[in-house]
């Protein structure tokens, strides 16, 4: 399956769950002096999550021109960092939905071989944030995925020292045991066998100065 129609069924199978397909923004923001090029598909859409603007639609879809500056020592040093890359994206800046359909939406595109990419089911993880209970039940209520293939993992988390924060969930393709450590009880973010490939950010904390987290009014 080639790049180009890894976005089409993207976009579409969003498109079809009610999304509105974005245009990418340019790679070199317009409107934004924070940052010399968008290196996320959340990026031009922060003015949506920081109710500075309405967004277009409840439910946002795009595929972003990214470029990585901090990524570029490593290009070519490893297998997966490039000069320059699209991020796909569904997005719902005021909150049409959070985690009880952005994870059955994610596990219905990556196994669904008509309008998905119909990854076999027993190549794909799931990391879940170990406080993010919620996560976790979340993927054993709502999808079939085999329940011993969510592991934790601390690194789920993200955001800034302050602000929107919260756990985030990664699915993980195994590439298989001959690109790895080659243990027995090796784990999604523990060696070159398992290649994140999407992150579902799930910001739902408020970050203060003293390091307390109350929720956001609005995930
Ligand atoms: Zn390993």
Not at 46 to 54: I, V
Request: aromatic share 12%.
């Amino acid at each position: 399956m080639t790049g180009a129609e890894i976005r089409r069924r993207f976009l579409a199978f969003f498109a079809a769950h009610d999304h509105v397909v974005l245009e990418s923004a340019p790679l070199v923001p317009a409107d934004d002096p924070s940052t010399l090029f968008n290196s996320a598909g959340m990026q031009p859409l922060q003015p949506y999550y920081q109710g500075l603007r309405q967004p277009p639609a409840p439910r946002l879809a795009s595929a972003q021109k990214c470029l990585r500056t901090v990524d570029l020592e490593n290009v070519g040093r490893t297998d997966r960092h490039h000069t320059f890359f699209e991020m796909m994206g569904n997005f719902t800046p005021t909150g049409a939905y959070f985690k009880e359909r952005a994870i059955p939406l994610a596990w219905e595109f990556v196994t669904d071989p008509e309008r998905g990419l119909g990854l076999p089911r027993d190549r794909i993880r799931v990391t879940v944030h170990p406080t993010d209970e919620e996560a976790r039940a979340l993927w054993m209520s709502e999808t079939d995925i085999d329940p011993t293939w969510i592991y934790d993992n601390a690194e789920n988390w993200w955001g800034l020292e302050l602000g929107p924060c919260g756990p985030d969930s990664e699915l993980w393709w195994d590439r298989g045991p001959e690109h790895g450590c080659g243990q027995p009880d090796c784990y999604p973010d523990h060696c070159e066998r398992f290649l994140e490939f999407w992150n579902l950010v799930f910001p739902q904390f408020d970050r203060q100065p003293d390091g307390t987290l109350p929720p956001l009014p609005r995930p």
